[in-house]
């Protein structure tokens, strides 16, 4: 099968269309609603993935998170920006 | 006792009604009436509540929900109750006119059952001619929806030769997620043991095979794989542990830990509509029974394992030792396993392949 899409800073992957981004207020966290399974997100993940639109390339997205948080290294972003997109991608929680 | 962390989804039971007839149902031996079946008032409550103290997610399933004729409301109410909608249904009766209301109601995610990817065997598990253009018609309908869908397999030594053409099938199909699941040996399964266990070659042959088929589907098709535990060494982690993360509503509105716990006699369910549904996961004594690690036995006491399967399943404990609050045979660790596993080898070796069918009321109960 080749169905695999691989990322990287040029793609512009968004939520795949019965994955919902819900706030979970009991919990007080983000969190991911998709059949049978919810992900929870922390801090970084929810910037990430709230950003991704289907339209914002993963340079983009980078960027933004960089200014947002001026303390972190951008390399370190740029990996967990691209690791979590695939990661999602892989699960179908992510299209691009 | 400290306050319990809130559930994270309700099984919504909304009747025990059923066309089919499958050997390994998983409703209890004792079906509800209709005439017993909570009426959309209390069902629109119960969600409401679920949603208040933390559930995220609803799954309406049964029986066949699709036979209440108020399931758009119900749907409805959960989607305002800001819960994630899931409908399980064996799709016999879902044609694309009802679906469209369904997803108008705010439905988000159909998963629908299969008995084989052969149309002959599936139907005779089944035990309804015709099911299976109509499963295959209901998934056409669900992905023309736009909405995403989870076939589901239930696996067993009489269909397990047919892995590889049921994920083939699923992914024809446009499924996202295929869920293989063995049988799992509690109320009808049980009588039909000996026809459905399969042999530990078997088994492993068949993980094998899905664990290869997770390589070559990645990023297409998710899979999900449930073993029959009693070849397993250590128990499932059943519910993700009695009154942690799920709770299930039964038709008559009886809330339980799980759908089977009802098997286990001796103890008492309080009904949502009489006590409200916070209330009973905090307070109530049959939550509060088998919750967290106090409830536990040696060798489950000072296991190291004891956070992570939870003890195992205590409706198996029941149903093989009489004793609820025994160590799940299930586990290695237990006196009562070695039995146990004699038991199903013994029973894949005998290959007695004949079903003792389960049919609901008389032709006519499907109308509410």
């Known amino acids: ?18 994955m919902r981004l819900r706030h979970d207020k009991a919990r007080e966290q983000w969190t991911i609603q998709a059949p049978e399974r919810s992900f929870v997100l922390d801090q970084v993940a929810h910037a990430i993935v709230s950003r991704c639109d289907g339209m914002t390339s993963l340079g983009a997205v980078v960027d933004e998170l960089c200014a947002a948080f001026p303390g972190a290294p951008r390399e370190l972003i740029e990996k ?6 695939q990661n999602f991608v892989d699960k179908n929680v992510m299209q691009t | 006792m400290t306050s319990p962390e809130p559930p994270l989804a309700l099984l919504a039971e909304l009747t025990h009604r059923c066309p089919l007839q499958c050997p390994y149902c998983s409703n209890p031996l004792a079906l509800e009436k209709a005439a017993n079946e909570m009426p ?4 629109l409550r119960a969600i409401d509540e679920a949603a208040a103290l933390g559930c995220l997610q609803v799954h309406f399933s049964g029986g ?6 108020d399931l758009e409301q119900l749907i409805a109410g959960a989607t305002a109750a800001g819960l994630y909608t899931n409908l399980i249904t064996s799709g016999v009766a879902l044609d694309s006119k009802r679906l469209a209301a369904l997803v108008a109601a705010g439905l988000e995610h159909v998963q629908l059952s299969f008995q084989d990817s052969d149309a002959a065997i599936a139907e005779r598990i089944g035990g309804y001619e015709g099911a299976h253009a109509r499963k295959l018609a209901a998934a056409k309908s669900v992905r023309e929806a736009g909405l995403p869908l989870t076939a589901n397999f239930v696996v067993h030594r009489q269909n397990l030769h047919h892995l590889t053409e049921m994920l083939d099938m699923a992914v024809a199909m446009g499924a996202h997620r295929a869920e293989i699941a063995n049988v799992q040996y509690y109320g009808w399964a049980l009588k039909n043991r000996a026809a459905l266990m399969p042999s530990r070659g078997q088994l492993e042959e068949m993980t094998a095979m899905i664990m290869a088929a997770r390589k070559r589907l990645e990023g297409v098709l998710v899979i999900d794989y449930v073993v029959p535990d009693y070849y397993a060494r250590r128990p499932k982690s059943c519910m993700g542990g009695w009154g942690r993360r799920f709770l299930n509503i039964s038709p008559s509105g009886k809330v339980l830990p799980c759908h089977a716990a009802e098997s286990i006699t001796g103890m008492a369910f309080d009904n949502v509509r009489q006590r ?11 939550f509060n029974r088998f919750r967290g690690t106090g409830w536990m036995p040696e060798p489950c006491r000072g296991c190291d394992r004891k956070e992570l399967d939870w003890g195992g399943c205590r409706c198996q404990a029941f149903a093989i030792t009489g004793d609820a609050a025994r160590t799940d045979p299930a586990c290695g660790l237990s006196e009562d396993h070695d039995r146990l596993v004699e038991l ?3 029973e894949a070796i005998a290959a007695a392949d004949g079903f003792i069918y389960r049919r609901y009321g008389a032709a006519g109960d499907l109308r509410t």
């Open chain 2, 344 to 346: 199903a080898t013994d």
């Open chain 1, 1 to 18: 099968m080749n169905g695999r899409a691989l990322i990287d800073l040029d793609s512009t992957p968004r939520l795949a269309p019965h």
């Open chain 2, 276 to 286: 409200n549904l916070g209330n009973i996961w905090r307070d109530s004594e049959a």
């Open chain 2, 40 to 43: 959309t008032a209390d069902w």
């Open chain 1, 80 to 85: 967990d920006v691209i690791t979590l997109a």
């Open chain 2, 64 to 69: 066949e929900p699709t036979v209440r004729r």
